[in-house]
């Protein structure tokens, strides 16, 4: 299994960039995909982007398409997402996740382990 830990969430204007990291503890990391998701305050939590094993596959939600970019390092057991353009709606408690269901997913039930989250906030 993996432990994924967030970091680099932060306060930022509309229109910065922002890269947040995820650091996946556990050997096998590569054998899992991954995602990101996101929660706003009294909404759902909704996906953002998900990455294959090999890092050659990645889906986005189309409200972040062509603005957000997930990779990951296998080598260092890492997942990125940058944030470019970055709007007040994209105002969230981010998560990353990893699935063993080698399909690509925006379900978050496909996903079995996730972070605590970090908190990125657009101001306007």
């Known amino acids: 299994q993996v432990q994924p830990v967030e970091s680099g969430g932060g306060l930022v204007q509309a229109g910065d960039s922002l890269r947040l990291s995820c650091a996946a503890s556990g050997r096998t990391f590569s054998r899992y995909g991954m995602g990101w998701f996101r929660q706003a305050p009294g909404k759902e939590r909704e996906f953002v982007a998900t990455?294959?094993?090999?890092?050659?596959?990645?889906y986005y939600a189309d409200s972040v398409k062509d603005r957000f970019t997930i990779s990951r390092d296998n080598a260092k057991n890492m997942v990125y997402l940058q944030m470019n353009s970055l709007k007040p709606e994209d105002t969230a408690v981010y998560y990353c996740?990893?699935?063993?269901?080698?399909?690509?997913?925006?379900?978050?039930?496909?996903?079995?382990?996730w972070g605590q989250g970090t908190q990125v906030t657009v101001s306007s």
């Open positions: 990455i294959s094993w090999s890092g050659r596959s990645t």
């Open positions: 996740a990893a699935r063993t269901n080698p399909n690509r997913s925006s379900v978050t039930s496909d996903y079995a382990y």
